[in-house]
């Protein structure tokens, strides 16, 4: 006789059979729209994201237990008691993010769709990250010195964290003259963009590009990366700086891409992003945001001046 299931590994195997690692989460987002489903996706398309979830898993079966709910069966988990699991872990304090966090692994586990507002839970607020992903610099010089490459980098282009260690010299996009103007990256969900270099940055970023090439081949930059280094920091500095380029191109009259933006700005999202807006969004040129969000690896304007602009002094 076969032993029942555990409600741990209930909860794992719901997890379990949502795997889509290796597909694009890009492509489910547009066949969601399709379908009318809002752009909803029911798949976990990151290793990092299983585990996360997995994480949440473990510990909702804790606190049951601590409860004396005892479950046998995922059926006996109502949407009442994942509110209490929620406001108690918000009344102990745990930042707003971290229960949108708990919140996403419940819905996916449990094939809910319970929302914030729903439970009476705090809204998620750029002022209260607490974490790496925040918008709080690292200042001490060990870190800094340790990854001096690595920020210049991210301040030249933006990438997110998960890149780094995939981006290789291959990956650069060059002009006429051979400079590196820019990188094909390949971010959230499978999703490919470009992403371009800042001005100021490329004749650095092709010697850096170009010596490690000659010294270890087509390998990527970096394997690993500091766990302690705010890479978000660096992003906003990216944004920032981006920006503010664009803004001076275009009073100028010039074009900031120097011929390239056919590469680095799809054209049909750029006019989506600033169809019926105003000149100017919470005092930012809109057409200089779309191109940011562009280039930041976003969809939505809104992020980059939430989010980025303006947090760095």
């Given at each position: 006789?076969?032993?029942?299931?555990?409600?741990?590994?209930?909860?794992?195997?719901?997890?379990?059979?949502k795997?889509?690692?290796?597909?694009?989460?890009?492509?489910?987002?547009?066949?969601?729209?399709?379908?009318?489903?809002?752009?909803?996706?029911?798949?976990?398309?990151?290793?990092?994201?299983?585990?996360?979830?997995?994480?949440?898993?473990?510990?909702?079966?804790?606190?049951?237990?601590?409860?004396?709910?005892?479950?046998?069966?995922?059926?006996?988990?109502?949407?009442?008691?994942?509110?209490?699991?929620?406001?108690?872990?918000?009344?102990?304090?745990?930042?707003?993010?971290?229960?949108?966090?708990?919140?996403?692994?419940?819905?996916?586990?449990?094939?809910?769709?319970?929302?914030?507002?729903?439970?009476?839970?705090?809204?998620?607020?750029?002022?209260?990250?607490?974490?790496?992903?925040?918008?709080?610099?690292?200042?001490?010089?060990?870190?800094?010195?340790?990854?001096?490459?690595m920020?210049?980098?991210?301040?030249?282009?933006g990438?997110?964290?998960?890149?780094?260690?995939?981006?290789?010299?291959?990956?650069?996009?060059?002009?006429?003259?051979?400079?590196v103007?820019?990188?094909?990256?390949?971010?959230?969900?499978?999703k490919?963009?470009?992403?371009?270099?800042?001005?100021?940055?490329?004749?650095?970023?092709?010697?850096?590009?170009?010596?490690?090439?000659?010294?270890?081949?087509?390998?990527?930059?970096?394997?690993?990366?500091?766990?302690?280094?705010n890479?978000?920091?660096?992003?906003?500095?990216?944004?920032?700086?981006?920006?503010h380029?664009?803004?001076?191109?275009?009073?100028?009259?010039v074009?900031?891409?120097?011929?390239?933006r056919?590469?680095?700005?799809?054209?049909?999202?750029?006019?989506?992003?600033?169809?019926?807006?105003?000149?100017?969004?919470?005092?930012?040129?809109?057409?200089?945001?779309?191109?940011?969000?562009?280039?930041m690896?976003?969809?939505?304007?809104?992020?980059?001046?939430?989010n980025?602009?303006?947090?760095?002094?």
């Amino acid at each position: 006789m076969s032993r029942k299931t555990s409600f741990k590994e209930q909860m794992f195997r719901s997890l379990n059979s949502k795997n889509c690692f290796g597909q694009s989460k890009h492509l489910a987002k547009i066949e969601s729209y399709q379908n009318g489903k809002k752009g909803v996706v029911d798949g976990i398309y990151s290793k990092k994201t299983m585990q996360d979830y997995k994480k949440v898993a473990q510990q909702f079966h804790s606190w049951q237990k601590s409860k004396g709910y005892n479950f046998h069966s995922m059926k006996e988990v109502n949407s009442s008691i994942l509110k209490e699991y929620l406001m108690e872990r918000q009344s102990q304090g745990k930042s707003s993010w971290t229960i949108s966090h708990d919140l996403s692994a419940l819905n996916k586990i449990f094939g809910t769709s319970i929302s914030k507002k729903e439970c009476g839970l705090a809204p998620r607020r750029t002022s209260n990250i607490k974490n790496n992903r925040g918008l709080a610099q690292n200042y001490r010089p060990s870190i800094q010195a340790k990854n001096k490459d690595m920020i210049a980098f991210i301040s030249a282009c933006g990438v997110r964290r998960q890149s780094l260690t995939t981006i290789a010299p291959g990956n650069a996009i060059r002009d006429k003259d051979n400079m590196v103007i820019g990188f094909k990256v390949v971010e959230k969900g499978g999703k490919h963009r470009n992403c371009y270099v800042r001005s100021e940055y490329q004749k650095a970023i092709t010697s850096f590009v170009d010596n490690h090439l000659k010294i270890h081949n087509n390998t990527p930059f970096w394997h690993k990366v500091d766990k302690n280094l705010n890479t978000h920091w660096y992003r906003a500095i990216y944004a920032n700086g981006l920006y503010h380029d664009l803004l001076k191109a275009k009073e100028n009259g010039v074009d900031y891409f120097k011929g390239y933006r056919d590469m680095f700005i799809n054209q049909g999202r750029f006019m989506k992003a600033i169809n019926g807006r105003s000149q100017n969004v919470k005092g930012y040129d809109v057409e200089c945001l779309a191109m940011v969000s562009q280039n930041m690896g976003h969809n939505r304007i809104d992020v980059v001046y939430t989010n980025y602009l303006g947090h760095i002094g």
